[in-house]
């Protein structure tokens, strides 16, 4: 085997994939430039770590476990001029997550509070933190099942791990006795510990409707959830409704901010 193909296998062997497929284009152009030896390696270890980090937060990603991938960049803050940006700005440096503070997105359905939870939660995914995202019923049905196999003290340790944890549609489905006090056992395990996003289509004076009639309950998560804690509260029709609306060419003339 000749020198570039041996060299560009033991790059391989040693899981160098960057430095290995760039190899030779670098020698075809330092040939020409002429930089310096340490000049060379350094470009070449800069790539691969680049790479490296990529795959990182592809693979933070994916383990968070998103629906569907939304930035903040892509929101239409014009469809809700009433959202605290300013909030939504400095949440978007990940300070909270240092501090173990909760989000609680609060408004109707179709109003953005998913797609401002998972551009969070992106951000996270990006600093490198361990971030989950899941539906409230499917967590709660993976809660139930762990205390049925008696794994749910390992189960709990694991969620209080995450760095963020991503709560969606609190409120959707009332919860039975069981999965009410799985959900406080859930707050009460990350209180202090690990930042939470909540988002929910009821306001904070209607939770004991969520918790099967609980206001105690209910009261107890929201002291834990609200001790610190930013809440948005998004208002407006549907932007949802509206696309599928203007899709079907039913959108009234009224004159509505643009999407």
């Given at each position: 085997?000749?020198e570039?193909?041996l ?10 994939h ?11 152009k330092?040939a ?10 350094e470009?070449?270890v800069?790539?691969?770590l680049?790479?490296k ?10 383990k ?9 960049e ?22 909270f ?18 797609h ?9 995914c990006?600093?490198r ?6 539906y409230l ?16 003290g390992g189960r ?6 995450l760095?963020?944890?991503?709560v ?9 006795a069981q999965r ?8 009460s ?12 289509n009821?306001?904070f ?11 105690v309950?209910?009261a107890?998560?929201?002291?834990r959830l609200l001790?610190?804690c ?11 409704m509206?696309?599928k ?6 959108e ?8």
């Amino acid at each position: 085997m000749s020198e570039l193909p041996l060299l560009q296998e033991q790059l391989k062997r040693l899981r160098l994939h960057t430095m290995a497929a760039l190899l030779e284009p670098t020698l075809a152009k330092a040939a020409k430039t002429q930089p310096s030896y340490s000049a060379f390696l350094e470009g070449l270890v800069q790539e691969e770590l680049a790479a490296k980090a990529d795959r990182s937060i592809n693979a933070r990603i994916a383990k968070a476990k998103f629906p569907v991938v939304r930035t903040l960049e892509s929101f239409d803050f014009s469809w809700e001029p009433d959202l605290p940006v300013p909030l939504i700005k400095e949440l978007a440096r990940l300070d909270f997550l240092e501090r173990a503070e909760n989000v609680v997105l609060v408004g109707p359905p179709g109003t953005g509070k998913t797609h401002l939870a998972i551009a969070l939660a992106l951000k996270a995914c990006g600093a490198r933190q361990r971030v989950l995202f899941s539906y409230l019923p499917h967590l709660l049905d993976q809660l139930v099942a762990a205390t049925a196999d008696h794994s749910l003290g390992g189960r709990l340790r694991d969620l209080g791990k995450l760095d963020l944890l991503v709560v969606d549609e609190l409120g959707y489905l009332p919860m039975d006795a069981q999965r009410a006090s799985l959900f406080f056992q859930l707050v009460s395990h990350r209180y202090e510990r690990g930042a939470t996003i909540i988002t929910t289509n009821k306001p904070f004076d209607q939770w004991g409707q969520i918790f099967g009639g609980d206001q105690v309950m209910a009261a107890a998560i929201l002291d834990r959830l609200l001790h610190h804690c930013h809440i948005i509260v998004t208002h407006g029709p549907s932007y949802r409704m509206k696309e599928k609306l203007r899709y079907a060419g039913l959108e009234t003339s009224q004159e509505e901010p643009v999407s």
